[in-house]
């Protein structure tokens, strides 16, 4: 099972945490239910780039309510097609 960590640390949160953990929520409950579990963590010390965003170990820093879904497309619809393409 893969994992989304989302920092809700004071800054991140500030910036948007919660609506970056609603949005892609929503994405897992339509796509990845079973598949894919959604935590929150601390602060990551990437605090000035906005909403800081763990998918397993790759990092995502700076990431916006728009980016929700081109990260979740990414990392989890486009590895259906070619099956696993685990790095
Ligand atoms: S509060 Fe999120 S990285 Fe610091």
Same mark, same amino acid.
């Given at each position: 099972?893969k994992?989304?960590? /989302? !920092? /809700? $640390? %004071?800054?991140?949160? #500030?910036? $948007?945490? %919660?609506? +970056?953990?609603? #949005?892609?929520? %929503? #994405?897992?409950?339509?796509h990845g239910? $079973?598949k894919v579990? #959604?935590?929150?963590?601390? !602060?990551?010390?990437? !605090?000035?780039? $906005? /909403?800081? +965003?763990?998918v397993d170990?790759?990092?995502? %820093?700076? +990431?916006?309510?728009?980016? +929700?879904?081109?990260i979740f497309q990414k990392k989890f619809l486009d590895n259906k097609r070619g099956e696993e393409k685990e790095e």
């Amino acid at each position: 099972m893969k994992t989304i960590k /989302v !920092c /809700v $640390g %004071s800054s991140c949160f #500030l910036r $948007g945490a %919660s609506e +970056v953990i609603d #949005l892609f929520q %929503s #994405l897992i409950d339509k796509h990845g239910q $079973g598949k894919v579990k #959604l935590a929150g963590m601390f !602060c990551q010390e990437k !605090c000035t780039k $906005g /909403v800081t +965003v763990f998918v397993d170990e790759e990092i995502f %820093s700076g +990431v916006g309510r728009e980016d +929700v879904a081109k990260i979740f497309q990414k990392k989890f619809l486009d590895n259906k097609r070619g099956e696993e393409k685990e790095e």
